[in-house]
């Protein structure tokens, strides 16, 4: 109603001035449209530049007209969740207007912030919706995006995961963490990312290269964890989350107050997070509890031409590895390999016990924006400390001293300047520095898996697009420098110093085809590149977290890659269909091979891999399809599949997820439209997971695990009552209690995966 007196209120006069007028003859009009979906746009604000009398918002179908007498006219368009748009527009002609959605405007730029767009047409990009991220915010983030097709997870025991988008994972994989290139030991396949899934509003997945816009780290893909904006308005908003698990006994507790005053919006949040030791559908596995402590604070100030932002966020965790991966000797281990039953027995406990991880993780960020005429320049400086201790089981009374001891410590600078915005032609262009060093904490008694270093590192990119009517392009190239210093001691205890210089250029072209208001088509082309990590170089002993040996190679030279992508959607009333395919070569392709070996060292006896080098080639296609026939009845079925080889050896190649499907059927309940209580619903899952059986057996330490099949179950209400609002959901997970391996599992050799689970979230906001 505020909205219709407004209007009315705006178009009173323009109705009587036009009353003494002669009324003009010409007229302006156009369609709004998502320039995404290219779906209509309706209730969006259009106004002529100078003249408020002439305003009005656009029909169900995005479509609208205004009286013009002159020849041209300049008009602003804007709607809530969608960048506002400036278009020149002919009398007498019908215009398609794009407006690019505020949500999806973080995929593809360097420095990540509300206020940039995205620019990259081409892309493929994957939301994780509201309510599938509040009903799995519980579980960690890799897990949290397993949802989407394309994304699956490489899982360390019962309380390690780490994404993998279209066969790729690791560093290859870039997180960005409120616009701050996430910063935390992501070298180690055991190291799962420090980031707690409750302070997201959303999280987005950037499928395919995305060098250009943020630098070689993001050969395989970006995900994107966005907290939510700050308010601007006056009032203080509540929010907090009730989660309980009955495996491990899961409880988590998370709230988040924020608020505005005087120009100035904030936030906090805080979240506890415990758990114990996890059951299969046959036996408890030993130490895998998990204990969690997380807050973050946010402060900004706003303006239409300036603003600036400050965040702070720390992550603390303490979790179990897996005990029964950590063998005494080389018998026992290869028989723990062979047995269908950890060799290590355990009951349900609370207690985190050595071998364990305990990892502090802090982030400060600052940004601003300063908008002039001609464009918009963006900057941002990001701080984070990463300190990893893992605890391995020790003699002599030395269980309390830490067997890795890291302190990472890295500083990021970014600075963007862009043009154009809401005209055809785009662009912006920008710099990215990063300075960080690496340094083992002395006393472990034990010689450091990876050394420590010094990087340096910038880049520079420049980025282009062209907006027409039916299609959009976008091009854009980037070139990164990086110095790396290495101080090591050998084995004859001499300290050596080694340098390393990388140094490439990426580049990328798209287009998107909007062959009609339903369907578009996709194609992009990029080449990306990364330099081996550390660990890749310089690794030498036993990994805890992996319960491995891994030895790296300093004569590993850069990765190269080419990947071509192209994509189809096609959104009507009641059917949404997404399908991808892809084709990507990496020269040099750096993996951690399984050397079919054990060793036995006065820490045990471990499997050995060494990372190697190989030209690779991967290919792959990813579907999802959504059909509501009715408005009680919708269904998904997503899929993914990859194929890698291995070109040089003529081999597959390791750690690549195998085929899986999934299938949903969901039943909306219909409620009365006068009752507080909305949005009820119950669904059912089957997820069909294939045999891995491309692999090298001969390398590898075990065959491949059987293929498997899981049912779940996800249900959900909520109530409002004027601000307040409560959401109710119960889910079960494993509903058959399947007991079952998964191959990207690297403690599949010595145990099931998790057994049936039931959990209920309570999430209330006011």
């Known amino acids: 109603?505020?909205?219709?007196?407004?209007?009315?209120?705006?178009?009173?006069?323009?109705?009587?001035?036009?009353?003494?007028?002669?009324?003009?003859?010409?007229?302006?009009?156009?369609?709004?449209?998502?320039?995404?979906?290219?779906?209509?746009?309706?209730?969006?604000?259009?106004?002529?530049?100078?003249?408020?009398?002439?305003?009005?918002?656009?029909?169900?179908?995005?479509?609208?007209?205004?009286?013009?007498?002159?020849?041209?006219?300049?008009?602003?368009?804007?709607?809530?969740?969608?960048?506002?748009?400036?278009?020149?527009?002919?009398?007498?002609?019908?215009?398609?207007?794009?407006?690019?959605?505020?949500?999806?405007?973080?995929?593809?730029?360097?420095?990540?912030?509300?206020?940039?767009?995205?620019?990259?047409?081409?892309?493929?990009?994957?939301?994780?919706?509201?309510?599938?991220?509040?009903?799995?915010?519980?579980?960690?983030?890799?897990?949290?995006?397993?949802?989407?097709?394309?994304?699956?997870?490489?899982?360390?025991?019962?309380?390690?995961?780490?994404?993998?988008?279209?066969?790729?994972?690791?560093?290859?994989?870039?997180?960005?963490?409120?616009?701050?290139?996430?910063?935390?030991?992501?070298?180690?396949?055991?190291?799962?990312?420090?980031?707690?899934?409750?302070?997201?509003?959303?999280?987005?997945?950037?499928?395919?290269?995305?060098?250009?816009?943020?630098?070689?780290?993001a050969i395989g893909g970006v995900v994107l964890v966005n907290p939510p904006k700050l308010p601007t308005q006056a009032g203080i908003r509540t929010m907090l989350h009730l989660q309980g698990a009955s495996n491990g006994r899961q409880g988590i507790a998370s709230g988040q107050v924020s608020g505005y005053h005087s120009g100035i919006g904030w936030r906090a949040q805080l979240t506890r997070k415990r758990s114990g030791n996890v059951h299969t559908p046959n036996y408890f596995l030993a130490n895998t509890g998990v204990s969690e402590t997380n807050f973050s604070l946010a402060a900004g100030y706003q303006k239409e031409r300036y603003g600036a932002e400050v965040f702070f966020s720390r992550f603390n965790t303490d979790l179990g590895i897996f005990r029964g991966a950590h063998i005494g000797n080389l018998t026992d281990l290869q028989f723990a390999i062979s047995s269908p039953r950890p060799v290590v027995s355990s009951d349900f406990s609370y207690q985190i016990d050595n071998p364990r991880q305990a990892v502090t993780h802090s982030l400060l960020k600052i940004n601003g924006y300063w908008k002039k005429s001609q464009g918009e320049w963006q900057w941002q400086y990001g701080f984070q400390h990463n300190k990893r201790q893992e605890f391995d089981i020790r003699r002599g009374g030395r269980d309390n001293i830490p067997a890795l001891d890291l302190n990472l410590f890295t500083h990021t600078l970014d600075a963007v300047y862009e043009a154009g915005k809401g005209s055809a032609w785009q662009w912006k262009a920008g710099f990215n520095g990063i300075v960080q060093s690496n340094l083992n904490t002395p006393g472990t008694g034990i010689r450091p898996l990876v050394p420590n270093y010094w990087v340096t590192a910038a880049g520079t990119f420049a980025i282009w697009k062209y907006s027409?009517?039916?299609?959009?392009?976008?091009?854009?190239?980037?070139?990164?420098?990086?110095?790396?210093?290495?101080?090591?001691?050998?084995?004859?205890?001499?300290?050596?110093?080694?340098?390393?210089?990388?140094?490439?250029?990426?580049?990328?072209?798209?287009?998107?085809?909007?062959?009609?208001?339903?369907?578009?088509?996709?194609?992009?082309?990029?080449?990306?590149?990364?330099?081996?990590?550390p660990n890749e170089l310089y690794s030498e002993g036993l990994h805890h977290g992996a319960a491995a040996l891994e030895f790296g190679s300093d004569s590993l030279k850069s990765e190269q890659s080419w990947k071509w992508t192209n994509g189809i959607s096609l959104k009507t009333d009641n059917i949404s269909l997404e399908i991808s395919g892809f084709a990507q070569y990496i020269g040099n392709y750096i993996y951690l091979a399984p050397q079919g070996e054990t060793r036995l060292t006065i820490r045990g006896a471990f499997p050995v891999f060494h990372f190697e080098q190989t030209n690779a080639r991967l290919a792959g296609a990813d579907l999802t399809l959504h059909w509501q026939p009715w408005a009680q009845w919708e269904t998904w079925l997503k899929g993914s599949m990859v194929r890698a080889r291995d070109l040089t050896n003529g081999a597959f190649l390791p750690w690549i997820p195998p085929d899986q499907a999934s299938v949903s059927l969901r039943r909306n309940l219909l409620l009365p439209s006068e009752s507080r209580w909305k949005g009820a619903y119950a669904s059912l899952s089957c997820i069909v997971a294939a045999q891995q059986w491309r692999v090298d057996v001969e390398r590898d330490f075990a065959p491949p695990p059987r293929g498997y099949t899981l049912l779940n179950f996800d249900s959900g209400i909520r109530y409002e009552h004027g601000r307040q609002a409560l959401h109710i959901g119960f889910s079960v997970h494993n509903l058959t209690n399947v007991a079952y391996r998964d191959y990207m599992n690297r403690f599949r050799y010595f145990a099931d995966e998790q057994g049936r689970n039931f959990q209920l979230y309570l999430k209330y906001t006011l």
């Not at 080694?498 to 080449?527: C, D, H, M, P, W």
Request: proline letters at 4%.
């Open 1 to 217: 109603m505020r909205v219709l007196f407004t209007l009315l209120l705006v178009q009173i006069p323009a109705v009587c001035a036009q009353a003494q007028e002669q009324p003009c003859k010409g007229r302006i009009a156009g369609k709004v449209v998502n320039s995404y979906t290219r779906q209509p746009i309706a209730g969006a604000s259009v106004q002529q530049m100078n003249d408020s009398s002439k305003a009005l918002v656009t029909n169900a179908d995005g479509t609208f007209a205004l009286n013009q007498c002159e020849r041209l006219a300049q008009i602003i368009i804007s709607k809530a969740g969608f960048k506002d748009a400036v278009y020149t527009l002919p009398a007498g002609e019908e215009k398609v207007l794009p407006l690019i959605p505020e949500t999806l405007e973080l995929a593809t730029v360097t420095v990540t912030d509300e206020r940039i767009s995205t620019g990259n047409a081409a892309t493929t990009l994957a939301t994780v919706s509201d309510e599938a991220l509040t009903r799995k915010q519980g579980k960690g983030l890799a897990e949290v995006l397993g949802d989407i097709s394309g994304v699956q997870v490489l899982r360390n025991g019962a309380t390690i995961a780490k994404p993998i988008i279209q066969g790729l994972h690791g560093n290859r994989i870039l997180i960005l963490n409120n616009g701050i290139r996430q910063e935390g030991q992501q070298w180690g396949l055991d190291h799962a990312p420090e980031i707690d899934p409750f302070m997201a509003s959303q999280l987005t997945v950037v499928k395919g290269a995305a060098a250009v816009q943020y630098g070689a780290e």
């Open 468 to 533: 027409a009517t039916r299609w959009d392009a976008e091009a854009g190239i980037r070139y990164d420098l990086r110095h790396m210093e290495v101080r090591r001691f050998d084995r004859n205890n001499v300290l050596q110093r080694t340098e390393r210089l990388f140094n490439n250029i990426s580049a990328t072209v798209g287009a998107a085809y909007y062959v009609s208001e339903k369907t578009t088509l996709r194609s992009q082309l990029a080449s990306a590149w990364r330099p081996p990590a």
